[in-house]
């Protein structure tokens, strides 16, 4: 692995792949190119590693646990564990966020710089033709490439939303949140889809007072209304106050520093008041910096490159991967984006996205693992369905551990009796639904679980009574 260092601007440079971004596709991507003979160069402007290493699902869990923490030492006496004052260090729970992101990061770089035929740009690519691209180093030098293949993975960066008076305040966003090194005293927060609740109640638990306020009807706007208010219901019992069908009218500075947002409610306007304001209203793409019109790729109108089964977009050759084609914005997503593009371009396969599960956990405690069809989507494919449901304090494992919160919910085909989706809102929720995708994934017939000798006490005994409620 050679990296470009400052200096005269060469001729252009031919490559037999270039990969533009480093998140969790490009970087598997570039070493895999490279140890297959390709001749290849990666191009990063920020950071390797991408969206979840640095700002995503590293540094984000790592808090949650931190402030898992604090919640469970909260209860101890629940458990007959008595202890004394609790205090929150957050320059010290930001530390150990650091330390975890620096170490994943400094792993993906080390094994791209061990990669043989892998040329590191640090800089910014711009297309200037169908098939070229110029990079431009921090020290000002550009350096000219051209490949028959290129890969995008620029990934996605927060929002900012149009709302009057937003850019008259201190706003915080999904990376900046966790650079605080003090507990807030009370956290707004602007959106209730996954960012918004982990950090809400994340605050919550190092001590904020937190609201989220809420455009829609419920929060997660893509489950279930059930498990939607099961997490408001969850939320609302750690003490977050949770606005739904609220409209932010507009954003304004209090008298004492502080921030208000104007906000509509179906029992009508109010002023809600804090001293921090986090806007989680989703992500963006990262594609204006890359001049697409100079080769022919087309975008959406949010900027999002689309592309087809194979991950390709509209000019043959330019693939889009990860984030910035508009797909799940998962990290295992852009993983098995890598995978697909490997076998197609390298071991010459034939691998598409269509089929693909869909599994995601969001990171709220509990937990809510998701995988295939919701009821909603189920009924409104026309589905000939039935519905297990059950509530985690059925479960004997999460009785006596004392995390009974939530509910189990499977979506099953009535004629076939196989398993097509299912949330689990409940302790080790993710893990859970991954027992289920397996069992999807092999065509298993609901009646497996149900009948199967599971470890008693165990979480997973707990799917022989979720589906035995098909039996009534």
Known sequence: MSESTPGSTPETQSYDAIIVGSGQAAGPLAIAFANAGRKTALIEREHVGGTCINEGCTPTKTMVASARVAYLARRAADYGVHTGPLTVNMAEVRQRKRAIVESFRGGSERRIHAAQGLDYFFGEATFTGPKSLAVRLASGVTHALTAPIIVLNTGARPSVPSVPGLDTV???NSTSVMELDLVPEHLLVLGGSYVGLEFGQMFRRFGSQVTIIQRGGQLL??????????VADILREDGVEVLLQAETLGVSKGDDASIQVRVRTPEGERTVTGSHLLVAAGRTPNTEALNLAAAGVQTDKRGHIPVNERLETNAPGIYAVGDVNGGPAFTHISYDDFRILRTNLIEGGNATTTGRPIPYTVFLDPQLG?????????????????VAKMPMNYVARALEVDESRGM?????????????????????????????????????????????????????????????????
């Not at 489950?223 to 208010?229: F, L, N, R, T, V």
């Not at 998701?370 to 039935?386: K, P």
């Open 221 to 230: 706007s893509r489950e279930d209304p059930d498990i939607a208010e099961a």
């Open 408 to 472: 189990m919910k499977a979506i099953v085909d009535a004629d076939t009796k196989q398993i097509l989706g299912c949330a689990i809102l409940g302790i080790e929720g993710g893990e859970l639904m991954a027992m289920l995708e397996v069992a999807m994934m092999g065509q298993m017939p609901y009646t497996t679980l149900r009948d199967a000798i599971f470890a008693h006490p165990t979480l997973a005994e707990s799917f022989n009574n979720l589906f035995a409620t098909l039996d009534d």
């Open 170 to 172: 201190p706003v915080l």
């Open 370 to 386: 998701r995988v295939g069809l919701s009821e909603q989507e189920a009924r409104e494919q026309g589905r000939n369905y039935r």
